[in-house]
């Protein structure tokens, strides 16, 4: 899982400076390389719940145990994940594995899905970034790699507060047709830039209304930065989804033969 604040250790190329800003203000290059981009570690073994609240309040949980392995673009490949489900006790030894392409490949995921009842693994394709990513408000298109010179920046606003400082950041994507107008994220810097993470991000779907609001907080786990709890509420819908990562361990040298048809079949 990522974005924006990436899952992923990005190589960061040029940005971009805006105008207007007056003298002394933080230029948003540097809030967007320091702030936008984290590294993930090597690779990541933790588990994942995602809890899913339609708009009458029902709930519905799952717990996957969750393996991730950090390519860097290495064979075009920019990350791979598999899921085994936990809970709830029906769908435990279901197996989910996504091979994510760096963006300068141009293509959705790969993705498999295991279904113990059938042993069988079947190819799940990704025929449009705007499904529903395991059911969640999040989409396919939320998770995938994205180059930053896909988008422009606009410092809106920034301050400080108690010795934490805040920014305000308008991002818009350049190519036609991009599953958004417009987002706006904010960013939180308490203590150096190497503290700054993305802490909210308000999405505005193609007419340029409101589509769904996300709050973040984050954990460290030794010098690599993952999602703490993650809570998208899909304003047009009334659909929430929370995400919930523990348990975590970075670089712990997760193996590559994990990420395989064979290891989906057999589980944990």
């Known amino acids: 899982m990522k974005r924006k604040v990436s899952f992923f250790l990005v190589v960061l190329g040029g940005l971009y400076s805006v105008g207007g800003l007056a003298a002394g203000d933080v230029a948003v290059e540097k809030i967007i390389q320091n702030c936008e981009y984290k590294n993930p570690g090597s690779d990541q073994r933790s ?26 673009g290495e064979g075009g490949i920019a990350d791979k994940m598999v899921l085994f489900t936990e809970f709830p006790p029906d769908a435990k030894g279901t197996g989910f594995m996504r091979w994510g392409y760096a963006a ?26 705007g499904d ?23 410092l809106l606003e920034g301050g400080s507060k108690n010795g934490v400082e805040f920014y305000q950041v308008e991002i818009k994507p350049k190519e036609d047709g991009a599953l958004y107008s417009k987002k706006i994220s904010w960013y939180k810097k308490d ?41 998208v509420n899909n304003i047009q819908t009334g659909h ?12 712990v040298g997760v193996s590559s033969r994990i990420f395989t048809e064979r290891a989906l079949k057999k589980g944990m």
């Open 191 to 231: 203590a150096g830039w190497e503290s700054c993470v993305r802490v909210k991000t308000d999405y505005y779907d193609r007419q340029g209304n409101i589509l769904k609001k996300q709050k973040l907080t984050w954990q460290k786990v030794a010098d690599a930065w993952v999602w703490d709890r993650v809570l």
């Open 132 to 154: 529903s990513f395991l059911g969640s408000d999040l989409t396919y298109g939320d998770i995938e790699d994205r180059s930053i010179g896909d988008d422009t920046y606009d």
């Open 240 to 251: 929430k989804s929370i995400f919930t990562i523990e348990d975590v361990r970075v670089n």
């Open 104 to 129: 300068s490949e141009n293509k959705m995921a790969d993705q498999w899905l295991y279904l113990p009842h059938l042993r069988k693994v079947r190819r799940v394709s990704v025929r449009d970034p």
């Open 47 to 72: 588990v994942l719940t995602i809890e899913l609240i339609d708009k009458d309040g029902n709930q519905r949980k799952n717990v996957y145990r969750r393996f991730w392995k950090n390519h860097m």
